[in-house]
């Protein structure tokens, strides 16, 4: 179990079901964690800038299709208080996400970026989507530091299904591994991830994401498990269990044959297709841990929705040493909804600080020093 692992080796760990090796894997993760990252866990404020969306994304909750959505777009006075509370709350960066809203002006947001850096020491971190060179240039220069781009599934023909380009696409820019290369050449620290469980998603693609997560050099590694929203075109084709949001398939309908078959997905055998369980996305930590030792991971947001009360702890307890607590203003959280039941979505950035502090305490961590960037 190393960072040497080959694509065999990985895929019998996604596979893998027996309870005391599966203690080996979570137990040589916290290990590789303990050792290369140490036990401060970074603390990177979320803030959810817009839920304004041109695309049409199948499972995302905040696609531009989803007209029962209402729609919002933080001023920058907004931004700035919330940078504010990351201080307050000791935080070492923020990490400042939306929807591709084509109204966010470049000028603002580079704006808004020096305003944030002329008075903070706080790292920042943009995940803002697919945007031009020339956008991503101007708010390196600007002072942002990292930036997130998740590419989603490396299995490419998935990806194109699952997040439809369109016309003002620059050439290829749905390529996002590309992008992650300028980026880099940029000189951000560059994170991506996966969501672990979509429909039409194998065990062989999940191998393969993680093999390319090191072969990427990521500083940072974001998976979570895939939630079925019902505003989408996946929540609404494809059965989740109702308490969780995850894909429950035993045998694929007409219809979800019918799904695959016209976009030239192959109809997985039930038994190849990623579904169905929280201890996946946990695998995939663990496994991301091993491969790519000094990584930063975080306990994300969507395992802590799917157990509310240990799943942001049990990250952190198989590999992951980052925490991303939400400081949007309550009032705007619960719209932006990208899959349902979001955790924390109608709590204040002070009551969500509080959650975090204690889940670190009860697993005996402590909350990271400066802005932790990537060894
Ligand atoms: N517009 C930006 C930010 C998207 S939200 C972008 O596309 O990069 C951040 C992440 O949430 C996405 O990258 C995706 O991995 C995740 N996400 C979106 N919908 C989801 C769902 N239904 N279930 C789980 N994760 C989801």
Redesign the pocket.
């Known amino acids: 179990m190393q960072s040497t692992m080959n694509a065999y080796e990985i895929e019998t760990w996604l596979r893998e079901t027996d309870p005391i090796r599966l203690e080996m894997l979570w137990k040589q993760a916290d290990l590789i964690r303990a050792k290369e990252v140490g036990d401060q866990v970074h603390l990177r404020g979320l803030i959810e800038l817009s839920n304004i ?1 041109r695309r049409q994304c199948l ?3 905040i696609r531009a299709g989803n007209s029962a959505l209402t729609r919002y777009r933080l001023t920058n006075q907004e931004v700035l208080d919330a940078a504010r509370k990351a201080i307050q709350f000791e935080y070492g960066s923020i990490v400042i ?4 809203d084509a109204q966010l002006d470049p000028e603002n947001i580079a704006r808004l970026i020096r305003q944030i850096k002329g008075e903070t020491d706080l790292a920042i971190t943009l ?3 697919e945007r031009s060179i020339e956008d991503y240039h101007l708010w390196k220069q600007a002072g942002a530091d990292r930036y997130l ?2 590419f ?1 599934t490396s299995n490419r023909r998935l990806f194109q299904v699952i997040h439809p380009a369109w016309k003002h696409d620059r050439l290829n820019s749905n390529d996002r591994l590309q992008l992650l290369r300028e980026l880099r050449g940029l000189g951000y620290e560059i994170g991506s991830g996966v ?1 672990v469980g979509i429909p039409g998603q194998s065990y062989t693609d999940l191998t393969n994401d993680l093999l390319l997560f090191r072969e990427l050099n990521l500083n940072m590694i974001g998976s ?4 079925l ?1 019902p505003q989408t075109p996946l929540g609404q084709l494809f059965l989740a269990d109702r308490g969780t949001g995850l894909l429950q398939v035993t045998e694929w309908t007409k219809e979800q044959r019918a799904f695959f078959e016209q976009n030239d997905l192959p109809v997985l055998a039930i038994d190849d297709q990623v579904a169905h369980s929280d201890q996946l996305a946990f695998k995939v930590i663990a496994l991301a841990r091993l491969l790519c030792p000094r990584a930063n991971i975080p306990s994300t947001t ?1 395992i802590a929705t799917i157990d509310r009360e240990n799943g942001r702890k049990m990250g952190l307890s198989r590999g992951a040493n980052v925490v991303m607590p939400n400081l949007t203003p309550l009032q705007y959280r619960r719209f932006y909804e ?2 349902p039941n979001k955790a924390a979505s109608y709590e204040t950035p002070e009551e969500t600080h509080a959650q975090m502090l204690q889940h670190l305490a009860a697993i005996g961590r402590i909350p990271g020093k400066g802005r932790g960037d990537s060894r």
């Open positions: 969306c499972y995302c909750g996400q939306s929807g591709e995940s803002l989507g781009l998740r989603e969501m979570g498990p895939f939630l929203h969507a990208i899959y």
